[in-house]
């Protein structure tokens, strides 16, 4: 990190250091099923019911589904990495996949009848947040809030796959649906920079804070302070209100001003960089310097 002090009657401390929060496709090892114990089951007319949590082995994540249902043909193998007899992708890879935000795509597979689509395309390794059209349109959905499946899988032998009974304009005669404790979170990385000495014996006053870099949409940036007398500290971050709980937010270029009574008098600074992702995980802001002006 290159570091260097201008005083043009008031110091201004340029920190030039890249900071992003790294995002991407991940495989994850199935644990236990993050399927509710009661909303479980999905619906075909010639299968009947297709169970998500008898297994204990289906998952839900960021990125896509593993592990496998059961039904009376057997069982619905979610991807090849997780299936009941092991990883088989070296024999056929497949997999159906999250955008991050519940939207589905791809294929899964049953021994009886072949593939099951989730989404109305034939690309199975491209995740859209709409499905191509193909001579229908469906797909299968995750409440990004609730966790709550719905809409429809698709087998070219046992036709529809119904995800939640709301489909069907009604639970009345029978309330069924999938659910998953899954929701749609953002990724979270914070940087806590060095120790920085004004050379102000009686203290200094941190006036504000300014940071070059892109900020995509859904993205955030956010910082706290922390001052002492001592270069060794201790150290107490703190944002707006002057507890942990708050922050300093703003866009890249543009100077935040800081609370002049909160970070003053002391002579050593810190900062603290939180840098939050979109909902789908798939982008952050990207902070390559950050600007504190300071006075004595």
């Known amino acids: 990190m290159k570091q260097y002090v201008r005083n043009y009657g008031a110091g201004i401390l ?60 057997g069982d619905v193998s979610l991807d090849c990495h997780t299936t009941r007899s092991g990883n088989i992708c070296a024999q056929s890879d497949y997999q159906i996949l999250n955008d991050g935000i519940g939207n589905l795509n791809g294929f899964a597979w049953n021994d009886q009848y072949g593939w099951i689509s989730f989404c109305g395309t034939q690309n199975a390794q491209a995740a859209t947040t709409n499905c191509p059209l193909t001579s229908s349109t469906y797909e ?25 009974c709301t489909n069907n304009n009604g639970c009345g005669e029978s309330d069924y649906k999938v659910q998953t404790s899954w929701v749609a979170t953002s990724a979270i990385a914070t940087l806590d920079s060095a120790t920085y000495d004004t050379g102000v014996s009686g203290g200094a006053q941190i006036n504000s804070v300014l940071w070059h870099g892109t900020q995509p949409s859904e993205t955030q940036v956010r910082f706290q302070f922390a001052t002492s007398n001592s270069s060794s500290g201790p150290w107490s971050y703190a944002g707006s209100d002057g507890t942990s709980s708050t922050y300093y937010t703003t866009g890249p270029d543009v100077s935040k001003r800081i609370d002049y009574t909160l970070h003053s008098g002391k002579r050593y600074f810190r900062y603290r960089i939180t840098l939050i992702s979109n909902r789908a995980q798939t982008t952050s802001a990207t902070v390559t310097e950050v600007v504190i002006n300071w006075s004595p």
């Open 140 to 164: 299968v959905l995750i409440d990004a809030n609730d966790g709550l499946f719905s809409g429809y899988a698709w087998n070219d032998t046992a036709g529809w796959i119904s995800f939640n």
């Open 14 to 73: 340029m920190c030039a250091a890249a900071l992003v929060i790294v995002v991407g496709g991940v495989h994850v090892v199935v644990a236990a099923t993050d399927i509710n114990s009661t909303n479980r089951y999905a619906w075909n007319d010639l299968i009947g019911w297709l169970d998500f949590y008898a297994e204990n082995t289906v998952k839900v994540n960021s990125q896509n589904l593993r592990g496998y249902a059961t039904s009376t043909v």
